[in-house]
């Protein structure tokens, strides 16, 4: 599987996400699709998100927490002080990167997202964090499933995959790079090959 960046998050149906550093809901269904969706995966989140979540690691996912402050230190994390540690890590690391929040950490790195994966809670909640009104003209939907309700979940839901519309035409690049230094480098097999065969009478055997 191809690695990308992905933002991750479920909201209600005013853009509400959070209340108390907590999700406004209860819906362990809607969890499940989260830990099955990013597991073996790597997660990044802000400071205050990973404080709010009382410095929990999930199991199975690697975290990097992105912060200022450059006194920062929690076990088990990997800290990155700004946007360009946080891809000279994905770079380097063959593992999908879940954008898990706050909302400034959505918004700073949506830019760089190939897909998303946003959850709709349909019902209206009190909260203090809201997602931010972001331009999602860049994407396309690719799917949407709905959720229906009940007796553990007290709400129905939609889960959404958009998928950044320039992220097909940058994979086909890449395999067309890749193909193209292929064929270059048996051309060059090629006409070696015959010239050995040529000069010395030697013959090349072809895997």
Known sequence: MTKKIVAIWAEDENRLIGVNDRLPWRLPKELKHFKETTMGQALLMG??????????????????????DKNFRA????????????LDWFKTHDKTLYIVGGASIYETFLPYCDAIVKTTVHGEFEGD??????????????????????DKNAYDFTITVFENKNTGRKECKEV???????YWQLSVFCVLSQHLKKRYGLAVLYF
């Open 176 to 182: 067309f790079l890749v193909c193209s230094r292929l």
């Open 75 to 86: 076990d088990g994390v990997t800290i990155v002080h700004d946007v360009e540690q946080v």
């Open 129 to 150: 964090t809201y997602f931010p009104d972001l331009d999602l003209k860049a994407f396309k939907k690719v799917s949407e499933s709905f959720n229906e309700k009940d």
């Open 47 to 68: 400071r205050v998100t990973f404080d709010g979540m009382k410095r929990r690691i999930l199991p199975g996912r690697e975290t990097l927490i992105l912060t200022r």
